[in-house]
């Protein structure tokens, strides 16, 4: 089994490497720089994993395949939509492939208010925390996502946001938010098994120099298959001091309410979760990264406790591959999605 595991490894990163190394190479157009047409812009990014769990197969999956397409018409009309498809095996350990999912990630047009504001409509990302909004797989440091950035919350809003924006380091960012139904375009079950309605919330934060930046969420809803409101509060930071980056985001949230009928009980009033990462720049190319997290649900008694090492290789601006290890405890595998054993990707924005 081991021997399989190890073959199927090298027979993944050998085919990623034949897949994608020529359009890294492709001559007349800078990757990552997406392509006009017009007014219009068309982007993207592709993250291929190598998921290696000690419970299940060992599989090669295309994680995402995003397509983004942004206008700038004028001061009214500048639409955005981002959609995906997500989750598609390309081969298993044992045989098979297949599956995966077609969805609208986002979708909405800004018209700009004034030099700093923006009222936006449509289906958005929740500004919550900096995770949430560091969405695309080459911008993150880590393959693995952990629940405090993704669990605990509506991570996607449709409705009206109005976004405060100045000049770098100027002022103080904000954006408020308000869904007032459910969610449109809704991942299926199998991604994202909370839905929520109701939503509003606010998001601050203030940035010191590039990289440094303290912000701190807001949140409030009702969790639609438990039928409980909750209530969350959540703060970030990001500092650099010379190689070594520090990243920290925690949250914690107030549940109430009575819980539907057949809807998982409600064991603790708060949901609460803490996470830290620590990445050094070994060179201009090659990182190291360790991290942790300490994650309690409202509906589980245990607590979800995770480390985790990486080594990430950046060879030019927007590819990236990456390579992780994560020890997972504590939280039932019937509820968890985050799992021991290793994970390698590649990842590009293009």
Known sequence: ???????LLKLGIVQICLMFYPISQAEGYELGQGWPVGKFLLSGYVNIELVDRFDAPTKLELDDISLLASGRINKWVNP??????SKYTLIEQGGGSGGGDFIVERFYNDSIVSENSTLRIGKILSPLGDWNLEHAAPLIPIITRPYTTARGFAAYSSGVSWLHEPEIGASTNWQLYWQPDTEWFKRPANQAPRSFRNVYGGHIYKTFGLLDKIGASLQHGDFIETGETYSLFGINANKSLGKLKLECEAITANFSGT???????????KESGIFGLADYAVTSKWHGIVSGEYYQDHTVSE????????????????VVWKLEYIHQAGMSLSIGTIRTGWKASFSTLF
């Not at 081991?2 to 073959?7: A, D, E, N, T, V």
């Open 1 to 7: 089994m081991i021997l399989m595991r190890h073959s």
């Open 80 to 85: 955005f939509v981002e959609a995906e498809l």
């Open 259 to 269: 819980v539907l009928p057949g809807a998982p009980s409600r064991l603790h009033d």
């Open 303 to 318: 607590t979800s406790r995770s480390t985790l090492v990486a080594a990430a290789y950046r060879p030019s601006v927007p």
